[in-house]
């Protein structure tokens, strides 16, 4: 089978490749790699040379090496056609995940994600919420425009049909890209401004929601939606001065909106033709009810820490969901599992293949020469959530001290 990953495999040739994205990107296709393998299946991917020429660890039987966006674009046409399916893992931003996809699916191999039409439906950001409310489930209160329309009047409009606090996005776009919270007229203009400089001229203006980010991952066969986890966000919301982030989260969330979060994912997964596979929903639990913001119709980064706190195999879950349109019975977590970037300094390949073998260690910090920090992603497991975040601090802190130390580890 065939997975790739977009940031880590090549999206980025001739450019600079976003560090806190690709600790995510990678995290993730390490992960399903390795769960594929225990499943039995054989594994091809892509990677960009950067990352391969500092070897890390990958368990993927074949790896084609690309330094060229157009050479990663025709080696997943390639290694799609050669394979007996195809997971592709990439951002909804500038319609990637869709083309790929296409790609994909003009080489008749089976392809273990969401259909292109459904993918184009829920990326959407405009299109998703006139179809949530059309179903009934709660959305934000939403203002859509262009971001070439006249800033006074787009102003006022936010001003008298929303107030601030308001969150203000690129229609398509994937986790915080572009994202802003604005609490007054200027900040409005600034916001407008950075989606406009991400290449979107689409833009929505919602009301900002109170309560807790969450969200849930499902496996679908394209009929019927499993509702598998609830999953705690850690996000940064900030203005457009700054960048707003995605920072890692807990799996599994407790709380008392769960069974009405599962049901809501639930009905919006199975209204929607096409999504299939592993998806994820993500919503603001408040205190009545819990409110969609957005569909993710691919792997998510909640992966990397239910695969910890699951009995299944999630690769070989996917595949069955996919291309034997067989759920797994409903299931129950066991323990929590913490996950989460962590900003560090730039290593020496000596440190870094020193990190490289902490079990916590998922993504590792990749050295560059472009920037004095990266970062890294660890993921760690606890009986209970207090010592699965003891357990994250602890690894934290090791780390810092194999790049602080050189690579020597203290004794």
Same mark, same amino acid.
């Given at each position: 089978?065939?997975?790739?990953?977009?940031?880590?495999?090549?999206?980025?040739?001739?450019?600079?490749?976003?560090?806190?994205?690709?600790?995510?990107?990678?995290?993730?296709?390490?992960?399903?790699?390795?769960?594929?393998?225990?499943?039995?299946?054989?594994?091809?991917?892509?990677?960009?040379?950067?990352?391969?020429?500092?070897?890390?660890?990958?368990? @993927?039987?074949?790896?084609?090496?690309?330094?060229?966006?157009?050479?990663?674009?025709?080696?997943?046409?390639?290694?799609?056609?050669?394979?007996?399916?195809?997971?592709?893992?990439?951002?909804?931003?500038?319609?990637?995940?869709?083309?790929?996809?296409?790609?994909?699916?003009?080489?008749?191999?089976?392809?273990?994600?969401?259909?292109?039409?459904?993918?184009?439906?829920?990326?959407?950001?405009?299109?998703?919420?006139?179809?949530?409310?059309?179903?009934?489930?709660?959305?934000?209160?939403?203002?859509?425009?262009?971001?070439?329309?006249?800033?006074?009047?787009?102003?006022?409009?936010?001003?008298?049909?929303?107030?601030?606090?308001?969150?203000?996005? +690129?229609?398509?776009?994937?986790?915080?890209?572009?994202?802003?919270?604005?609490?007054?007229?200027?900040?409005?203009?600034? @916001?407008?401004?950075?989606?406009?400089?991400?290449?979107?001229?689409?833009?929505?203006?919602?009301?900002?929601?109170?309560?807790?980010?969450?969200?849930?991952? #499902?496996?679908?066969?394209?009929?019927? &939606?499993?509702?598998?986890?609830?999953?705690?966000?850690?996000?940064?919301?900030?203005?457009?001065?700054?960048?707003?982030?995605?920072?890692?989260?807990?799996? +599994?969330?407790?709380?008392?909106?769960?069974?009405?979060?599962? &049901?809501?994912?639930?009905? #919006?997964?199975?209204?929607?033709?096409?999504?299939?596979?592993?998806?994820?929903?993500?919503?603001?639990?408040?205190?009545?009810?819990?409110?969609?913001?957005?569909?993710? +119709?691919?792997?998510?980064?909640?992966?990397?820490?239910?695969?910890?706190?699951?009995?299944?195999?999630?690769?070989?879950?996917?595949?069955?969901?996919? #291309?034997?349109?067989?759920?797994?019975?409903?299931?129950?977590?066991?323990?929590?599992?913490?996950?989460?970037?962590?900003?560090?300094?730039?290593?020496?390949?000596?440190?870094?293949?020193?990190?490289?073998?902490?079990?916590?260690?998922?993504?590792?910090?990749?050295?560059?020469?472009?920037?004095?920090?990266?970062? @890294?992603?660890?993921?760690?497991?606890?009986?209970?959530?207090?010592?699965?975040?003891?357990?994250?601090?602890?690894?934290?802190?090791?780390?810092?001290?194999?790049?602080?130390?050189?690579?020597?580890?203290?004794?």
């Amino acid at each position: 089978m065939l997975v790739y990953e977009f940031v880590s495999g090549g999206g980025f040739c001739g450019k600079p490749i976003p560090l806190g994205i690709l600790s995510e990107g990678f995290g993730m296709l390490r992960m399903i790699i390795l769960d594929a393998k225990v499943a039995g299946h054989s594994v091809t991917t892509v990677l960009d040379s950067r990352i391969a020429d500092l070897d890390p660890p990958l368990e @993927a039987d074949f790896k084609i090496i690309v330094n060229a966006l157009g050479e990663a674009e025709n080696a997943v046409q390639k290694a799609a056609e050669s394979a007996d399916a195809a997971c592709i893992i990439a951002p909804e931003t500038n319609n990637t995940l869709q083309t790929l996809v296409e790609s994909v699916e003009r080489s008749n191999i089976p392809s273990l994600n969401s259909s292109s039409n459904a993918i184009q439906k829920v990326s959407d950001k405009i299109l998703l919420q006139k179809h949530s409310e059309k179903i009934g489930v709660p959305t934000p209160e939403t203002i859509t425009f262009s971001s070439e329309d006249n800033l006074e009047t787009i102003v006022q409009t936010v001003t008298e049909r929303i107030g601030y606090p308001a969150v203000f996005k +690129p229609a398509y776009g994937a986790a915080c890209e572009g994202l802003s919270i604005v609490t007054n007229d200027n900040q409005a203009e600034s @916001a407008i401004r950075k989606i406009a400089k991400s290449a979107s001229t689409k833009v929505i203006a919602q009301k900002l929601i109170q309560g807790v980010p969450a969200s849930v991952t #499902l496996i679908s066969n394209g009929t019927e &939606a499993l509702p598998v986890s609830l999953n705690k966000q850690n996000v940064s919301l900030e203005t457009p001065k700054q960048a707003s982030t995605y920072n890692g989260g807990t799996v +599994p969330l407790d709380n008392a909106r769960k069974e009405d979060a599962f &049901a809501t994912a639930k009905k #919006l997964v199975e209204s929607i033709k096409g999504l299939k596979g592993y998806i994820g929903v993500d919503l603001v639990l408040t205190e009545n009810k819990p409110v969609l913001i957005e569909i993710n +119709p691919r792997l998510t980064t909640s992966y990397i820490g239910l695969r910890k706190v699951t009995n299944l195999n999630l690769a070989q879950t996917i595949l069955d969901s996919t #291309l034997e349109h067989t759920l797994p019975p409903t299931q129950k977590t066991t323990g929590y599992a913490h996950f989460e970037k962590v900003k560090t300094p730039n290593p020496t390949n000596e440190t870094l293949q020193t990190a490289i073998r902490m079990p916590e260690l998922v993504s590792p910090p990749f050295l560059t020469q472009q920037e004095t920090e990266t970062y @890294a992603l660890i993921c760690t497991y606890g009986k209970t959530l207090q010592q699965a975040k003891h357990a994250f601090n602890k690894a934290k802190k090791q780390l810092h001290t194999i790049i602080n130390n050189g690579g020597k580890q203290e004794r």
